[in-house]
Structure formats: C-alpha cells, structure tokens
C-alpha cells in the first residue's frame, strides 16, 4: 500500500517545494520508503513519486518508481495483487526473470508481456502510471471496484495525478476552488462520490475499471476508456445448492490470497453477517493463525453490536480489540478525521471507523480484513426490494410479487408501505421523481441557500440521480448492485476505508471484492441474492453455514458501525453552533439561516436528520481546504 503522485509539464517542471509538499500529504499512506524520479521526454517534464508501505517484500526490492528489465516502461504503483505468486510462475514460464519478491515486479512484468491485457488477470486493488519511454505515453489505471484513489487534473496544459486530493493540490499552479455543484449535491442531496467531479473545481476521479493515456507527444490527454464491465446476463445452469458451494470456493480461495503478507495483520469486526463471514473464514483457512480483531462499540446505545462481536471473537479463538467514543473525542479528532478524508462524508459513523483503524495501529498491526462490498454484491442493506418488485411486476408474476412484499415486510425496520414507496421511486424518473421527493419533503431549495446565487453559477438544483447503464427486464436488482459497484455507492464507503486506513498507515483489504464473485453473483438468479421470504444474502449465507455460527447468520437486523449521531451531536450543541457561525464566505450559503435551523432542532422544534452533520463536515472542511 503506497502513494503516488506526479505527472507532465510542457514548460517548467514542479520546484523542489511542491514537490516536497506533495510527497509529504502522502506520508501516512507511505511511511516506509519514498521515490522520485525526473525525465525529460519529447519536450515535457515527466515527474513520477511515489511513498511506500512496506506489505509485501520489505526489502529495498520493492522501491519505487520501478524500472523494466528491458529498461522501456517505468511504473508507480498503489495497491497489491494477491495472486503475484501465481503470475510469477505463469511469466516465469514465458521467459521472464526476477530480481525480487515483490508483487510489483510482477505488475511491471505482466505490463511487459501483456499490456492491458494484464488487468483482467490481476486480483486485487491498484491504481498505477506506467510510463512508456517507447511510445512516449503515460497509461493512468484504476482498480475494477475503485478500491484505491486516483485523482487528476490539467492545469495550464500540465496533466497532474495523485493519490489524494491535497498531494494533487501541491503541484497545481493555483490555489484550489470549491466545485459548486458538489458542494450543492452534498449540502442538500447528501450526494457524494457518484461520479468523476471531486469537490474542487477541475479536478477529477479516474473511474472505477477505467484507464486513460497520456500522449507526450502530440500533448494530449486520450479519452478514458473502461477496460472492465460487469455482466448481468443471468445464468441458469446452477441449482441454488450448486450456487451456495460456487460462492464458497470462491470466498475462501479470496481469503487465501488476501493474507498473503508479510508484517502482521487483523480484522475489522462489526458483528454483523458480511465482517463475521471474514474472520470465521480467516480462521477456516489458517486454523493456527492468530487473528486480531477491532471493534467499535455503541455503549449504551441500541446500535451496540457488542454481544454479536464477542460470539464471534469465541467462535474463532480470537484476540478482541474493542474501542468506545465519546463525543469529546469526536470533538478533539473532527479536523483530523477532515484532513484525513480530504472531502466530506456522510456521517459520524466514519468516526467509529477511524478510531478502530487508530486501534488497529496501536496494537501493532498493518494490514486490516474488512466487509466492504458485500451488500453491494450480494443485494445486502434492505434487500433492494423497489428493483426487486420491479423485476417480478414486468416478468409477469404478480402473484409472487405481492408474496413477496408481504414477506419482505415482516423483517425489522420495514414495511409494506415503505416496499411500495420504493418501487414508485423505481418506476419513476425525471420530473415526476423530481415532484415525489418535494412531495416527501425533500425540498430542492432549503432555506438556507441562496437560489438566485446558485441558479446564477449554473448549479443545477434537482436530485443528482443516477441510474444503472444496464436495461435488462428481469434483472432490475442485479443491475442496481453493478451500477453500485462501479459508479454509485459503494465508492464513498471505499474511500472512507481507504483514508481512514491511510491516515493510520493500515493496509485495508477488502476480500469480497473480486471479479470471479462479482462476475458469479451478478449472474444469478435475483431470488438466490433475496429470497421469496425476504432475506437478503441469502445464497451467501447458505454458503457460510458451517464456518460462521448460525446465530449470526440468521440476523435479520443490520447495524454496522454506526453511532448513536443524534445523541452525541446535540450534547455538544454549544460546540457543534460555534462551528456553524464560522463564516466561510460561500456566497451561495446562508450561514444565519443554518443557525437559524440549528436553534430549532435543539430546542426541539425541528426534527434532527443527517442535515446537522453535513453542515458541521462542509464548513470545516471548506476552512481546512479552501478559505
């Protein structure tokens, strides 16, 4: 796990300053090593940095930038790839040799032999540059889930990346400005992360699955193109039995790879199905090796997910790490956690998941296996049920549909209403969407912005919605995980694991994420992700009977970390209002009237909402970043 940075000037290269500034906003991402290296090619400046994490090979074997054997391609490279080992054998065969155990060598070598044609045979997370001194290109690639970062941007004809937006704002020539669109999204919507536009003006994310080339010659920026597509076509050659088994080896042979390393490493446990499913599946394939867990836990909160934890902690055998906040605590790491992050977020629920990254690093541990992307995969959350009715209602079982909800309704937390609800939400769109959420309340233009101001920058005032590329009857459900997997949704929840990891210097590994499950589950029939009854998970549960105890896998509840928000915001509300009065100078944020608002949710007027929190996160964040 490691750091990059750097990019192309036409004229003058970055001064020793910036690019010092930019290395050292990567140095909790790479405390261990760190490289630059210089060349001038066809007239330009080509810069590439990088700071390492030591994971895998902790020799000097692993420093960066790489050069090829054969002395034509140069890469920088964040991420690991599980199955190095195996590539390695596989180019050995082809006549490669190496110098090293690292699974950048790796990388480096099956760039040399394959091209791109490399990228469908790698499993794990990376974004990487690799620069071709022969056809005079940098090639800029990202991971299929967008598990790790890539920014970039063009400045003055200059074609910057990195792996955090404030390395990136190190090399620019100018003082960075607030996107105000994004920032309209969030403050309103809660949107964020959903497509390649970062909160600062002009720069950018590389999607998920996607790749672009730089072009030294012709000083040009190619057009990105993806270069991994999820299928949703479904497959019927799978009982549900043979289904469960399938996404079994495929799980366990994930967890295999992914504890490959070489410095210690842990868990992070929830309690919940998807993080449960990782340790139990830790100690299944290494029945003698010590597992380390970190959890947060909710005291005294109907969101404490303690007990859960702790059954699996005996289950497995395994050294528990549990940590508590407190909104003190919460008030002391705010700007920290902001820093960290580099844009806003959701909610405090990030916060319980940085201080268990910080629990982990106290502990002596490097490397983390998280649960990140389950639901995603596997229909998880509420069970997706407006696409799920939809699929049914337009396949022509009526019947099953109405069975349906009313199974589906039965489950904590839900009802028939709030099933109906949903597929209205699924079966509209433009306009009519619109109108249904003022309708619900959601107002497009709350009182405390300016919407003269805001219609004036061009900021479109509507819900940002987006919707799955993929129109396949049937399979309304399976094209709302693939949309969730590569554009919508799953990407803050990686980017909050990335950060707060980094920020803590932990390798965070997400084992679900792979393209052979991905691949598997989205081609299954949507009633082995839910079941008729409601379940969600439901053939992934099946999978894991026998190696995660039942108790856990027959919850019917989901928490995760969350934190009790409500309650820790309002008693520090003197604090949280001295925030909300720092004037930012936003022109289009009518800051009086947020206090306004704030007043009357305190004093009870005004029911509390997530609202509070994006206002205490966009402020600070915009005088950390932009004032």
Same mark, same amino acid.
């Given at each position: ?27 909790? !991402? ?21 700071? !390492? ?16 054997? /054969? ?32 699974? %950048? ?42 598990? +790790? ?8 004809? /200059? ?15 100018? +003082? #960075? ?57 479904? !497959? ?13 080896? /495929? ?39 010590? &597992? ?72 002596? &541990? ?18 997706? #049920? ?23 309704? +039965? ?31 959601? +107002? ?54 990335? !950060? ?35 379940? %969600? ?25 969350? %934190? ?22 936003? #022109? ?40």
């Amino acid at each position: 796990m490691c750091g990059i940075l750097g990019g192309v000037w036409r004229k003058d290269a970055p001064d020793a300053f910036k690019l010092d500034s930019g290395i050292s906003a990567l140095r909790f !991402r790479g405390p261990n090593d760190s490289g630059v290296e210089r060349f001038q090619w066809g007239g330009a400046h080509v810069l590439l940095g990088h700071t !390492r994490l030591s994971i895998i090979d902790l020799t000097v074997g692993g420093h960066q930038p790489m050069h090829g054997a /054969n002395g034509r391609y140069v890469v920088v490279f964040n991420g690991e790839i599980y199955n190095y080992k195996e590539l390695r054998e596989e180019l050995k065969a082809l006549g490669c040799q190496f110098i090293s155990d690292s699974d %950048t060598e790796v990388l480096l070598a099956a760039w040399m032999v394959w091209g791109k044609g490399c990228l469908p045979r790698l499993m794990g997370m990376f974004a990487f540059v690799v620069f071709d001194k022969e056809s005079s290109t940098l090639t800029c690639v990202r991971d299929a889930f967008g598990i +790790k970062p890539f920014f970039y941007t063009e400045d003055s004809g /200059n074609f910057l990346f990195a792996s955090e937006a404030p390395a990136l704002m190190a090399l620019k020539s100018s +003082k #960075p400005q607030l996107n105000w669109q994004r920032g309209y999204d969030y403050l309103v919507h809660g949107d964020y992360d959903s497509r390649p536009e970062t909160f600062f003006e002009g720069v950018l994310h590389l999607p998920p699955g996607h790749m672009l080339v730089v072009d030294l010659a012709a000083s040009s920026v190619g057009e990105i193109k993806r270069w991994w597509t999820p299928s949703i076509q479904q !497959r019927n050659d799978l009982s549900f039995e043979d289904a469960a088994e399938l996404v079994r080896e /495929n799980f366990l042979h994930s967890i295999r790879l992914h504890l490959r390393s070489d410095v210690p490493l842990g868990a992070a446990l929830s309690g919940g199905v998807d993080s449960s499913a990782v340790v139990c599946a830790m100690r299944h394939v290494a029945p003698d090796h010590p &597992i380390h867990t970190f959890s947060y836990i909710a005291a005294g909160s109907d969101l404490n997910e303690e007990n859960w934890a702790d059954l699996v902690n005996r289950h497995v055998g395994a050294i528990s790490h549990k940590v508590i906040v407190t909104p003190e605590e919460l008030a002391s790491d705010l700007d920290d956690m902001i820093s960290a992050q580099g844009e806003p977020f959701g909610s405090t629920s990030i916060y319980a998941q940085y201080r268990v990254y910080k629990l982990a690093k106290d502990s002596g &541990i490097t490397v983390t296996l998280d649960g990140q992307g389950a639901d995603e995969m596997l229909a998880g959350y509420n069970g997706y #049920p407006g696409p799920r009715f939809r699929s049914l209602l337009e396949t022509g079982q009526w019947v099953r549909a109405w069975r349906f909800l009313n199974a589906w309704a +039965k489950w904590p937390g839900r009802s028939r209403a709030m099933g109906l609800k949903m597929l209205a939400a699924e079966i509209t769109d433009g306009a009519l969407y619109q109108a249904l959420r003022r309708f619900s309340g959601r +107002k497009a233009v709350p009182e405390w912005v300016r919407e003269d101001v805001l219609l004036h920058g061009d900021v479109s005032l509507r819900h940002p919605r987006l919707r799955p590329n993929f129109d396949l009857r049937g399979r309304r459900v399976v094209a709302e995980l693939a949309h969730s997997l590569t554009e919508r949704g799953l990407s803050s929840l990686l980017r909050h694991g990335d !950060r707060n990891s980094m920020r803590f210097s932990i390798e965070s590994r997400v084992p679900f994420l792979t393209h052979e499950q991905a691949e598997l589950l989205l081609s299954l029939p949507e009633h082995y992700l839910i079941s008729l009854g409601g379940e %969600t998970k439901s053939v992934f549960r099946a999978a894991m009977r026998g190696i995660v105890p039942d108790e856990i896998l027959d919850r019917k509840d989901k928490v995760g970390f969350q %934190t009790p928000e409500q309650l820790w915001l309002t008693s520090m509300s003197g604090t949280v209002r001295e925030w909300l009065r720092a004037d930012i100078g936003l #022109p289009f944020l009518d800051q009086a009237a947020i206090l306004r608002e704030f007043d009357e949710i305190i004093g009870g007027r005004k029911a509390f909402s997530w609202q509070v929190w994006r206002w205490i996160n966009f402020i600070r964040w915009h005088q950390h970043f932009l004032t």
